[in-house]
């Protein structure tokens, strides 16, 4: 080896140990290369390259001809070290990198609330009230006024319908009040009612009979007025009053005989003068009448007879009878709206 290979040698091998620490590759002895980590900077990595330079020169003395050095893989230095620049800020980026976020399950759309069913509206309309007493009759010395029977009846019935979640129930009219028939209907309508129910206790027709048991009065029409919210108000009053009949024939009425209605199953049904818009006679009832013209099915219960002394004792004469007739108008409307 002559001597100024032998220098040479030394210059490369004096540039990889002058280089541990730098962030550099060196080409070295037949294109070997040495990769060291970056601990020091500036000055040994200066030194290095002049090492390198020197080294470099060498060669370049000794390759006459050659434009500059090659590394194996056909490479100038200056382009493999530009090469290796890059690779060195890639990882050096990598590694500075902030860790990707962990990926976050996509948020499920909420899920909707099953819908509910809507609710069945009950407007009960305890009958009279205020300065209208209803019927009225005195036994052991005080006078019994069918207001009074039928608005307690309206409060335990209402209680016992509002124990099913599909039912609502208004009343119309508070303890001491008589709003016209025009006024309860408009109430109905302004609950969105579904149904009303009268709540009376009877009187005789005439003066020599002594008429006892229930009966409930429904409309005479077919009429359909065009807000109508039954499809048939008719037919619906109808089922509905039969099936409350049925109930209070439980607690031991009797069908009546007034006006008849043991022969109709216990409807009556009364024409009043005019017409609806159909040309179909009116109903003799303002409630039935007002209720028709709007469209709402309705039935009037009349429960029993307060002239007659033995309704009065066995139905009438106690806060826990009047509750067993509640019972039975219940019965009455959920056996109807179960069927419907």
Partial sequence: MCKSDYLKKIGHRAALIMAVGASVILTACGGKQAQVSVSGQGTTANMAQEVAGTANRGDNANQQGTPGAVDSAGKSTSEAADSQDRDNAQVNAESTAEPASESVPAE????????????????????HGGESQGTHYVYDDVEIEEKNLNYYIALRLKKYLEQYDNIEVVIDRGENEDPNFETRIAFAKENNADYIVSLHNNSKSRD???PSGCM????????????????????????????????????GLTITTDWNANKTNGILQRVGAGAYPDGSECDYYGLIRNATYAGIPSVIIEHAFLSNERDYRKFLSSNTKLDVLAKADAAGIMNYLGTR
């Fill in 108 to 127: 499920q759309p909420a899920t909707e609330a099953p819908t509910q069913p809507a609710k069945t509206v009950i407007c009960l309309d305890p009958g």
């Fill in 208 to 210: 020599d009979i002594e």
């Fill in 216 to 251: 409930a009065i429904t409309t005479c029409s077919h009429y359909q007025a065009e807000s109508a919210v039954n499809d048939d108000v008719y037919g619906a009053s109808r089922q509905l009053a039969l099936s409350i009949l049925s109930q209070l024939k439980n607690t």
